[in-house]
């Protein structure tokens, strides 16, 4: 709704949808499934760069349509130093190559191949061009990583966890 009181002063009134309620507390209800994650999210981060971590979980969030983990790994990152322009053009990766290091395009694309496996597999070009760029306890990370996020993500999604309210750090 927006209303214009006259020409020169615009008051505009904004009725944004309601907030979906969570489904369901699943940490509260599996707090050993929950505390198991959050050992596999740090042991999975070991060894990565911060920001390629963080850039990791946010592409495969988006490809996954986690808004939680969206509204999350975006905070984090922005308060890690993360450039907003970066953040924003990780949709579009692969059109606005010039904004991330070759190191981290082989993660993105790795992580998509990781994230969707529309073919049952990961191509032999992706993984090959990831192996050129990290060596393997690395690559092995990254991997542990990209599960990982997915993880959270199905979580995420399947119980409707409500982006929004989270503050940076939060659950460190």
């Given at each position: 709704m927006t209303t214009h009181s006259d020409d020169t002063t615009?008051?505009?009134t904004v009725e944004y949808a309601p907030e979906e309620p969570a489904r369901l507390d699943w940490a509260k209800h599996a707090p050993e499934v929950y505390k198991a994650m959050v050992?596999?999210?740090i042991a999975a981060r070991q060894g990565l760069d911060h920001k390629l971590y963080e850039l990791v979980k946010i592409r495969a969030s988006q490809i996954n349509h986690c808004a939680f983990c969206i509204d999350m790994h975006t905070k984090d990152t922005l308060a890690a130093g993360e450039s907003v322009e970066r953040i924003l053009q990780l949709s579009a990766w692969d059109e606005s190559r010039h904004f991330y290091t070759a190191k981290e395009l082989?993660?993105?694309e790795l992580t998509e191949a990781v994230t969707v496996l529309t073919d049952g597999f990961v191509p032999d070009e992706v993984y090959e061009n990831a192996a050129k760029h990290f060596?393997?306890?690395e690559?092995?990370?990254l991997?542990?990583?990209i599960t990982t996020i997915n993880a959270w993500n199905r979580f995420g999604v399947t119980?409707?966890?409500t982006p929004g309210h989270y503050q940076?750090?939060?659950?460190k």
């Open positions: 615009d008051t505009t050992r596999l999210e082989a993660a993105l060596e393997e306890a690559l092995a990370q991997i542990a990583a119980c409707r966890m940076p750090g939060q659950y």
